[in-house]
C-alpha cells in the first residue's frame, strides 16, 4: 500500500464512518440477534451491537475474568490467518469468533462475533454457578445473564460467518477505496468532502455493483433486484418486485433455469452454483450464478439470494488462451518437422545423387534415339521431381531460400496439374484454359509449384464425395482502376491464373478466414490450418495477391496476380554435353557414401581430370600429408563419420593453405555459401550432384585459382 511506503499508520476509523457502520450493525441485530463488534488492532472497540450481559455486566468487569477474555482477544489475534475465521472457547465458558478486516494489505481491525453457546453443547450451570462464588458475581443475576446469551447451531455459524465473510470483504474494498480517495485529496480543508463522498460510495456500492444481486421467494417471485439487473432486461429494477421471470416475459430458458435453481437451494438448504449463458439486450452474456439460502433461526430457508456475476470477458480470455496453447502445439509440430524435413533432405539428396549421377552417365554411353535412352531420361525426369519435392519441402518448413527467376507460369500449371492428375480419382475432371502468350513472371518455380498443388488439394477435398471440375486458367490482364486492383497491388499487367472447382463451397464467414494461420474446417488430425496462409504469403512475397470468391453448393474460385516482367530479362540456356567444361588437373574426392564417390570420380574423370577418391577423411588426410603438392582441388562431403567436411577443409589448408575445397551436402541448416566460406572453403555445393553443374563449379574453382 501506498501509506506503507510513505511511514504511516492507518487507523480504520479515519477511513471507515464507524458511526454509520454501528447503526448498520444495530439493525442487522435487530434483524437476526446475531451480537457482532470491531475492534481495532489498538484493541479500542470501535463498534459493538448485542453484546451479552453476561460480558459487559460481569466478565469484562471482573479483573480475573476480564483477564480471561484478554487472553482469549490475544489467542484469536494470533491465530486471524490460519483460517477464514478463527473461533475460541475462553476460560469464562463462552464462544467467540473473528475476522480479521485487511484493507489493502494491512491489517486494521477485527470483526467479532460472541458470546454465544452451540445448540448442541448445553451450558454447565454448575460451572457458571461455581464461577459466580469464586469472583463473587450475584449468582442470581449472573445466571439470569447466562440465561439471556444467545444460542445457535454451527450451520448457522458456518452462513453467518460465509455473510460475514462477505460483508468484510466488502467493507475492506470499501475501506480502501475511501483510503485511496482520502489519499488524493491531501488538504486538510478537503476532509469533509472526503468523507462525505466516502460515504456516498459506501451507500451506494452495493446498489452500483455490477454483479446483478438478485432475492426470491419460494415461488421464484423477485423480492429484490439490484440496478444492473438492466443487463438481462431492459426494464427498470421496480418492475421485477412481485413478479417470476415468466410474468416479465424473460426467455423460457432463463425462467426454467431460475425456477429449478431456487427449488434445489430450498429442497437442500444448500448453495448452488452454475454457469448459464444468456441473450441480452446487448447481445449474448456468460454469467456465473450463486444461489445461497438465506436461514431463518431455526435454520429453514426464507428466501434464496443470487448473485451473477458476468464471466464473459474471462470465457473469452479463456477460449484466447486455449487457441493460444493450440497454435504453440502447431508450432512445436512444424518445429518437428522442420527438424523431420532436414534429416529427410541430407539422407534423399544422398540417395538420389548416385541415381541421378549414374542415370546421366549411362545416357552418355547410349544413342540418343534408342528405347534405353527414353527410359533413362525418364528417370532423371522422376528422380529431378524427387529433388524438386525436397526442396518443397524445405520451403514449406522455412529451411531453404527460395530462388525467383524468370518463369513462364504455363509450365508450373501443367506439370502440376499432371501430378494432380497422377493422383486424384477419375471423378476429378481437370480442365485447362491457358493463354500462351502470357508474358514470364519473376518467381521461384518451386513456390508456385507448391501453390498450385495446395490449390488443387483443397479443390478435391471440396469435390470428394460428389466428384466435380478441377480447371486452370491463365490469362495476362492489365489492371488500372482502383476498382479492379485487389488488395494493394499497384497498376500494372499481370498474369492472372485461376484455379476453380465445383465443389460444396463456403459461407462468407468462412471465406473471410481461410488465409488466416491455423484455420481449417478439415476434421482434426486432418489438416494444420497453414496450406492457404502459406499460398497467402508466397504470392505476397511475389508481390501479388489472391482472392477468393466462394457460394455454398457453387464451389469455388481462386485468382491469383503476379506481376509480369517488364524490364529485358535473359535466359540462360541449358548446357548440353559438347559445352561441358573439363581439363586435367588433380582432383581428391572424399565421401563416406562409396556409391557417390564411384559416381562423381566416373564423372570427373569423363570430364579429363585425373581422380583420387578416399571413403575416410582420416585416409584422405594421410593421403594428401603425404603429396600436399600432387592435387589441384578436393571435393569433399560435409556429413562424415570422425572427421566432418569443415574439418577436414581446415586440416588440409593448414598443410598446404592454397588448395580449393568444395564442400558438398545433402542438407545442412548450419551450412551455406556463407558458412562455407568461413570454414575455409572456397564454393558450396548442394546435392544431388548434376553432372553440368559438377563441371561448371569444377572448372570455374580451378580457373579462380590460377
Known amino acids: 500500500m501506498q501509506s506503507a ?72 489475534r494470533s491465530h486471524l490467518f490460519e483460517e477464514k475465521y478463527v473461533q475460541y472457547k475462553c476460560k469464562n465458558g463462552m464462544w467467540d469468533i473473528a475476522l480479521p478486516i485487511i484493507v489493502g494489505e494491512q491489517h486494521l481491525a477485527t470483526l467479532f462475533v460472541g458470546q454465544f453457546f452451540y445448540a448442541d453443547e448445553k451450558p454447565d450451570i454448575e460451572f457458571f454457578r461455581r464461577q459466580a462464588k469464586e469472583f463473587g458475581f450475584d449468582e442470581r443475576a449472573y445466571l439470569e445473564a447466562l440465561n439471556r446469551t ?42 469533509e468532502k472526503a468523507l462525505r463522498q466516502s460515504e456516498e460510495k459506501y451507500r451506494t456500492l452495493v446498489e452500483n455493483t455490477p454483479d446483478m444481486i438478485i432475492c426470491f421467494d419460494r415461488d421464484c417471485r423477485h423480492l429484490y433486484v439490484s440496478p444492473s439487473v438492466k443487463k438481462i432486461a431492459d426494464m427498470p429494477p421496480d418492475q421485477f418486485t412481485g413478479k417470476t421471470p415468466g410474468q416479465l416475459g424473460l426467455p423460457d430458458a432463463y425462467c426454467g433455469f431460475c425456477k429449478q435453481s431456487v427449488k434445489a437451494v430450498f429442497d437442500t438448504a444448500s448453495s448452488v452454483e452454475k454457469e448459464f449463458d444468456l441473450e441480452t439486450p446487448g ?41 493460444l496453447h493450440i497454435r504453440l502445439l502447431q508450432t512445436q509440430r512444424l518445429e518437428a518437422i522442420g527438424t523431420l524435413a532436414g534429416g529427410i533432405a541430407h539422407d534423399f539428396n544422398n540417395i538420389l545423387s548416385p541415381i541421378i549421377g549414374y ?103 471440396a469435390m470428394r464425395e460428389t466428384g466435380g471440375i ?30 476453380s472447382d465445383t465443389g460444396h463451397g463456403m459461407t462468407p464467414d468462412i471465406a473471410e ?35 477468393v470468391y466462394s457460394e455454398p453448393g457453387k464451389g469455388t474460385t481462386f485468382n491469383i496476380y503476379i506481376p509480369v516482367i517488364t524490364e529485358k530479362y535473359s535466359v540462360i540456356p541449358p548446357r548440353h554435353d559438347s559445352e561441358m567444361e573439363k581439363g586435367c588437373e588433380r582432383i581428391l574426392i572424399v565421401d563416406d557414401e562409396e556409391q557417390i564417390v564411384r559416381m562423381m570420380r566416373l564423372m570427373l574423370e569423363r570430364f579429363g581430370y585425373h581422380v583420387t577418391s578416399h571413403t575416410s577423411s582420416p585416409d584422405a588426410v594421410k593421403c594428401f600429408r ?18 566432418t567436411g569443415d574439418m577436414l577443409a581446415r586440416e588440409l589448408k593448414a598443410i598446404r593453405p592454397d588448395i580449393p575445397v568444395i564442400i558438398c551436402t545433402g542438407f545442412s541448416e548450419q551450412l551455406n555459401e556463407k558458412e562455407a566460406e568461413k570454414m575455409g572453403a572456397d564454393y558450396f555445393m548442394m546435392k544431388p550432384v548434376i553432372k553440368n553443374e559438377l563441371s561448371r563449379i569444377v572448372r570455374k574453382v580451378l580457373d579462380e585459382r590460377r
Open 5 to 76: 511506503a510513505n511511514g504511516e499508520k492507518l487507523n480504520f476509523q479515519d477511513i471507515v464512518d464507524v458511526r454509520q457502520l454501528q447503526r448498520l450493525m444495530d439493525l442487522f441485530y435487530k434483524a437476526t440477534g446475531i451480537p457482532v463488534g470491531i475492534i481495532d488492532i489498538d484493541g479500542r472497540i470501535l463498534v459493538g451491537t448485542g453484546w451479552q450481559d453476561i460480558c459487559t455486566e460481569f466478565h469484562r468487569v471482573c479483573p480475573e475474568t476480564r483477564a480471561r477474555c484478554i487472553e482469549s482477544d490475544a489467542y484469536i
Open 150 to 191: 444467545r444460542t445457535f447451531s454451527r450451520e448457522q455459524i458456518r452462513d453467518i460467518m460465509a455473510y460475514y465473510a462477505e460483508f468484510v470483504h466488502l467493507l475492506s474494498d470499501l475501506a480502501y477505496n475511501n483510503l485511496l480517495l482520502a489519499r488524493d485529496i491531501r488538504i486538510r480543508r478537503q476532509t
Open 283 to 323: 447481445g449474448g452474456l456468460s454469467f456465473n450464478w450463486r444461489f445461497f439460502p438465506e436461514p431463518d433461526e431455526k435454520g429453514g430457508v426464507v428466501t434464496v439470494m443470487v448473485i451473477a456475476r458476468d464471466v464473459t470477458h474471462r470465457k473469452k480470455m479463456e477460449e484466447e488462451r486455449a487457441n
Open 359 to 461: 542415370a546421366e552417365l549411362a545416357s552418355d554411353d547410349v544413342t540418343g534415339d534408342s528405347e534405353t535412352s527414353a527410359k533413362l531420361s525418364e528417370i532423371l525426369t522422376a528422380a529431378n521431381r524427387a529433388k524438386k519435392l525436397i526442396q518443397q519441402i524445405l520451403t514449406f518448413s522455412r529451411q531453404n531460400v527460395p530462388e525467383r527467376r524468370p518463369l513462364k507460369l504455363r509450365s508450373s500449371v501443367l506439370e502440376a496439374s499432371k501430378l494432380l492428375r497422377a493422383t486424384l480419382p477419375a471423378t476429378i475432371e481437370i480442365l485447362h484454359h491457358i493463354d500462351d502468350t502470357c508474358r514470364p513472371v519473376m518467381a521461384d518455380s518451386t513456390q508456385i509449384h507448391q501453390v498450385i498443388m495446395n490449390l488443387g488439394t483443397n479443390a478435391w477435398h
Open 470 to 499: 478441377l480447371s486452370f486458367s491463365l490469362n495476362e490482364i492489365r489492371l488500372e482502376g482502383s476498382d479492379d486492383i485487389p488488395g494493394k497491388m499497384a497498376p500494372g499487367d499481370y498474369v492472372r491464373m485461376t484455379v
Open 513 to 547: 478466414r481461410i488465409f488466416d494461420p491455423y484455420f481449417t474446417t478439415k476434421e482434426n488430425g486432418k489438416g494444420t490450418g497453414l496450406g492457404l496462409s502459406v499460398v497467402h504469403g508466397i504470392i505476397k512475397n511475389h508481390g501479388g495477391s489472391i482472392t
Open 626 to 643: 603425404a603429396r600436399p603438392d600432387q592435387f589441384d582441388l578436393v571435393i569433399t562431403d560435409m556429413t562424415m563419420p570422425r572427421m
